[in-house]
């Protein structure tokens, strides 16, 4: 018994050679015992059995164990969430010109941005003034992040630096306060700090001052509700311009 095989010239489809499809095959004798074993095959096929469902069809059972035992279901895609706030409100209008005159008398209300890598990631505006021997800082930035989480993250890093303080609550996702007092030359100077995460964003006021007469600082409560309130118009700009 003698049963051949059909197989397209290895030089098909080469430069010069025609297509596969029109290229001349070969036949090649298979050993009897092979023969015989795809014989059968051959015949139900040319009678258009589909071996799907003709006797040679495999089992489940079958199929099962011829699967990789490393084979596993494809996971469900993820979908990144979107992002809340993508651009930040320009700082200088972020806190009214009221509270820059109420914060830091003598300051020119429209404050000064500071220049940024990247404005569509971070926006810092400051006001500073020396009233008589009295001197204040204000500055607000915004800082926008790829995600809830990533705001989440930069927000605890941020109360790990300042340490002590407190919560404030209604500003924002959250809010935290701290307040601390250096001295330099016998001067001193006491600053406050509020950070404020709205979902991606991170909104940060510090505001210091100094009496330069006395050598000494603003009382805590002064510097403290300060900081507060002109954090909690950056935040009211920030949700307003979105």
Request: proline share 7%; aromatic share 6%.
């Amino acid at each position: 018994m003698r049963v051949t095989l059909s197989f397209p010239h290895p030089e098909c489809g080469s430069e010069g050679r025609p297509d596969c499809e029109k290229c001349a095959v070969r036949s090649l004798p298979l050993p009897l015992t092979l023969g015989a074993r795809l014989l059968p095959v051959a015949v139900l096929a040319s009678m258009g059995w589909a071996l799907s469902s003709g006797p040679f069809a495999s089992t489940p059972a079958a199929d099962d164990d011829k699967k990789p035992q490393s084979e596993s279901t494809t996971a469900p895609s993820r979908t990144a969430a979107p992002m809340t706030y993508r651009t930040s409100p320009e700082p200088c209008r972020g806190i009214s010109q009221a509270t820059v005159k109420s914060l830091v008398p003598g300051a020119k209300t429209a404050g000064k941005e500071i220049p940024s890598t990247d404005k569509t990631l971070r926006r810092t505006c400051s006001w500073n003034a020396l009233k008589g021997f009295d001197y204040r800082w204000l500055d607000v930035s915004y800082e926008l992040k790829k995600s809830d989480e990533a705001a989440r993250s930069a927000y605890g890093q941020r109360l790990e630096e300042k340490g002590g303080g407190g919560a404030v609550p209604g500003l924002g996702d959250t809010g935290y306060s701290v307040v601390n007092l250096t001295t330099k030359d016998k001067q001193q100077t006491r600053e406050g700090v509020v950070v404020t995460r709205v979902s991606n964003a991170l909104v940060v006021v510090t505001y210091n001052g100094s009496d330069f007469e006395t050598k000494k600082a603003p009382s805590t409560d002064e510097i403290n509700k300060g900081a507060i309130k002109a954090a909690k118009e950056a935040v009211a700009a920030l949700e307003k311009a979105q």
